[in-house]
């Protein structure tokens, strides 16, 4: 029998300081984040451009982790996934301030500031830290349990290398080049010494590992889940299935030199991951999805079709009647609205044939079934087809349909009829 990681509450602890405890979290890093890019802008207006640290792009994946996890940790105290996703903000937010704590000792006149020295010591646990809370919060996910019992000494090894690696880091000796640091980013270990460049570079390989590991458990879990379980994995399997998209974005921006792009793509995704994972584990209009799927895609295609042809109308019409017509836009926009509601049929039930198609088939017996309905007269042969076409398309376990008795004769027809 496989026990569920779950946070006890002690009984002398009220129902209402779990709540609390999160949003002052949530909070702290709320107040963290706009503070870093502030001191970026002081960093730009000094001539120090090069050593600027954020800006909103990462804070976007910071502020969905640290929301999502204060509504997760508030809602289901005992479920580890909201704290996991808090704390994985609170060691972003760290990491930050201790990129800028060293930055601002590369402009500090007065020598080197207090503490420098451990701050590029643990500027780049914080980074695995990060990490490494967000393979437990993958192999967490949707139950708050390990998917089988044969996971826990993995997880109990995802545990003690972070804390052997502080140990580490604390006790042995090196020599540290805070600047080195800070210039080359939390995962650039060219400021330490031997000892704590292999110790940090060997606890950055097992926390990259621990995540496609944690990766993988979701398709084993995937794999062995039913029912609900199931259907909260879909949610985070369109997360993943997002990443695809990204990752191709990402090599794409690699390839060219354009960072920006990277940036943006891999802080996107952080971003909706958190937003996936906090629907699963809420049981958040878990058998809607197939629905969102084909109505964003079906917006998707829509808007591309009405911008298209409202660029084509103004571009056409444009070179007869003049680019700065009132004609021309006013006629493009009479255009598309007309068009909008027959080309968001079309193309809504072409995109339901193709990806949601449970949703189309289950309207298309509905639809026959109202046609015979006109036409049928015989109670029995009617109450059959109901029962049918309920099962065909709802798939209950168990229907029953229920006739009011007539008042002249009640006869057979007055009972029950199941049908299971």
């Known amino acids: 029998?496989?026990?569920?990681?779950?946070?006890?509450?002690?009984?002398?602890?009220?129902?209402?300081?779990?709540?609390?405890?999160?949003?002052?979290?949530?909070?702290?890093?709320?107040?963290?984040?706009?503070?870093?890019?502030?001191?970026?802008?002081?960093?730009?207006?000094?001539?120090?451009?090069?050593?600027?640290?954020?800006?909103?792009?990462?804070?976007?994946?910071?502020?969905?982790?640290?929301?999502?996890?204060?509504?997760?940790?508030?809602?289901?105290?005992?479920?580890?996934?909201?704290?996991?996703?808090?704390?994985?903000?609170?060691?972003?937010?760290?990491?930050?301030?201790?990129?800028?704590?060293?930055?601002?000792?590369?402009?500090?006149?007065?020598?080197?500031?207090?503490?420098?020295?451990?701050?590029?010591?643990?500027?780049?646990?914080?980074?695995v830290a990060v990490v490494v809370l967000l393979s437990f919060v993958l192999l967490l996910t949707p139950t708050g349990s390990l998917p089988s019992s044969r996971w826990r000494w993995w997880a109990r090894a995802m545990v003690a290398v972070p804390v052997a690696l502080l140990l580490v880091v604390t006790l042995a000796p090196g020599s540290v080049d805070p600047y080195q640091q800070v210039l080359g980013g939390p995962f650039d270990f060219g400021g330490l010494g031997v000892v704590l460049r292999v110790v940090n570079e060997l606890a950055l390989a097992f926390s990259m590992l621990a995540v496609v590991v944690a990766a993988g458990s979701l398709v084993v879990r995937f794999r062995r889940a039913r029912g609900v379980e199931r259907q909260q994995l879909r949610w985070v399997a369109l997360a993943v299935v997002v990443l695809v998209p990204a990752a191709a974005v990402v090599l794409v921006g690699l390839a060219l030199g354009a960072t920006d792009v990277v940036t943006w793509a891999v802080s996107a995704w952080v971003a909706g991951l958190p937003v996936a994972i906090g629907a699963a584990v809420l049981r958040y209009r878990l058998y809607d999805l197939d629905r969102i799927i084909s109505r964003a895609l079906a917006y998707g295609l829509l808007t591309v079709l009405l911008a298209g042809g409202y660029a084509g109308i103004v571009l056409g019409l444009g070179q007869l009647l003049g680019r700065d017509s009132s004609v021309v836009v006013a006629g493009a926009t009479l255009a598309m609205a007309a068009a909008f509601r027959p080309a968001r049929r079309r193309v809504q039930a072409a995109v339901d044939r193709r990806f949601n198609r449970r949703r189309y088939d289950a309207a298309q017996t509905i639809q026959a079934f109202s046609a015979r309905l006109r036409q049928q007269v015989d109670l029995d042969t009617l109450t059959a087809e109901l029962l049918g076409v309920v099962d065909q398309t709802m798939q209950p376990t168990q229907a029953a349909l229920w006739l009011r008795p007539s008042h002249a004769a009640p006869g057979p027809a007055g009972g029950p009829a199941e049908h299971q």
Do not use: K, N
């Open 1 to 127: 029998m496989i026990r569920a990681v779950r946070l006890a509450r002690p009984s002398w602890w009220p129902g209402w300081w779990p709540g609390v405890a999160a949003w002052t979290l949530w909070a702290a890093v709320m107040v963290a984040c706009p503070v870093i890019p502030w001191l970026d802008r002081l960093l730009r207006e000094a001539g120090r451009s090069d050593l600027v640290q954020w800006d909103t792009r990462p804070a976007v994946a910071v502020v969905s982790a640290a929301t999502i996890g204060a509504v997760l940790a508030s809602r289901r105290p005992r479920h580890p996934v909201g704290w996991l996703l808090l704390g994985q903000a609170l060691s972003l937010a760290a990491t930050g301030a201790a990129a800028q704590y060293l930055t601002w000792g590369l402009l500090h006149r007065g020598g080197v500031p207090p503490a420098t020295r451990y701050v590029a010591l643990y500027y780049p646990a914080s980074a």
